[in-house]
C-alpha cells in the first residue's frame, strides 16, 4: 500500500531564506506527484504537478523535483515571504487506474517577518 | 485549472440529523469524483471514490450505510451523512477528475461539518 511521508512536519524560518520540503513515498509506480498548499480552515490550492516521466517543474518562486526510482520529491521554495506560512501537502496518484490521490500529512511553514 | 464547487461551505447540525453536501464540477465533465475527510492538523483521508452511474466503493473502515455517496451524473456527487454524531464533525473534501489527457484531480473548497 502507498504510504507518503513528508519532513518536515513543522519549519519555522525567517523572511528572505529559501528552504526544501521533502516528500518520499514508498511505492516508486506513481502517475504522477502534486504539490498542494493549505491554508488554515481552507481548501486545497494546487502548486505543482509533476507527470512520472518529469524530473521537475517551476512556478514563479516554486520548484519541485521528482526522482520516482527512489520515491522522492522535494519542494524548493526561494526568497520565503510571511504569505508563504500555510500547510504544504504532497500527494501522488498510483499509477492503477481510477485510484485516487494519497496524501502525506503536511510539512506547515511559518516564514516570519 | 478546472473548477469544483461544494455546498455547503459550512454546516452545523444536531446529533442524529442528516447532511447533505453537494459536489459540482463547473467546467467539465467528471468521471470519477473522490470524498475524503480531514481531521485536525491531520492530512486528507480518502474515504470512497465514485464512478457516476456505478456504486461508490469505499475505503476500509468507512462505514458505506453511514456516507452515502450518489454520483447521480458526470457533474453532480452528493455525500450524505446519516445520523451524525460529534465524532463525524470534519472538513469534507470533494475531488473530481476528468478522462481528459492530463487527467487531473481538481479539488473542491472543503465542507465544515460540525454536530453538536
Known amino acids: 500500500k502507498q504510504e507518503v511521508t513528508q519532513i518536515p512536519a513543522a519549519l519555522s524560518v525567517p523572511e528572505g531564506e529559501n528552504l526544501v520540503l521533502n516528500c518520499s513515498f514508498t511505492d516508486s509506480a506513481i502517475y504522477n506527484l502534486q504539490w498542494f498548499r493549505q491554508d488554515p480552515g481552507k481548501g486545497l490550492t494546487s502548486l505543482l504537478l509533476?507527470?512520472?516521466?518529469?524530473r521537475e517543474q517551476t512556478s514563479g518562486r516554486l520548484n519541485a523535483s521528482l526522482d520516482k526510482s527512489s520515491g522522492r520529491s522535494t519542494l524548493y521554495i526561494a526568497a520565503s515571504q510571511p504569505g508563504d506560512s500555510a500547510t504544504y501537502l504532497c500527494?501522488?496518484?498510483?499509477?492503477?487506474?481510477?485510484?485516487?490521490?494519497?496524501f502525506g500529512k503536511g510539512t506547515t511553514l511559518s516564514v516570519s517577518s | 485549472g478546472a473548477v469544483v464547487s461544494q455546498h455547503p461551505s459550512r454546516v452545523i447540525c444536531k446529533s442524529g440529523t442528516s447532511v447533505k453536501i453537494e459536489c459540482r464540477s463547473l467546467d467539465f465533465q467528471a468521471t470519477t469524483m473522490f470524498w475524503y475527510r480531514q481531521f485536525p492538523k491531520q492530512s486528507l483521508m480518502l474515504m470512497a471514490t465514485s464512478n457516476e452511474g456505478s456504486k461508490a466503493t469505499y475505503e476500509q473502515g468507512v462505514e458505506k450505510d453511514k456516507f452515502l455517496i450518489n454520483h447521480a451524473s458526470l457533474t453532480l456527487s452528493t455525500l450524505t451523512v446519516t445520523s451524525a454524531h460529534p465524532e463525524d464533525s470534519s472538513f469534507y473534501i470533494c475531488?473530481?477528475?476528468?478522462?481528459?489527457?492530463?487527467?487531473?484531480?481538481?479539488f473542491g473548497p472543503g465542507t465544515r461539518l460540525t454536530v453538536l
Open positions: 509533476i507527470q512520472s516521466s518529469q
Open positions: 475531488s473530481a477528475r476528468s478522462g481528459g489527457k492530463v487527467n487531473e484531480q481538481f
Open positions: 500527494a501522488v496518484r498510483p499509477n492503477q487506474a481510477g485510484t485516487a490521490l494519497i
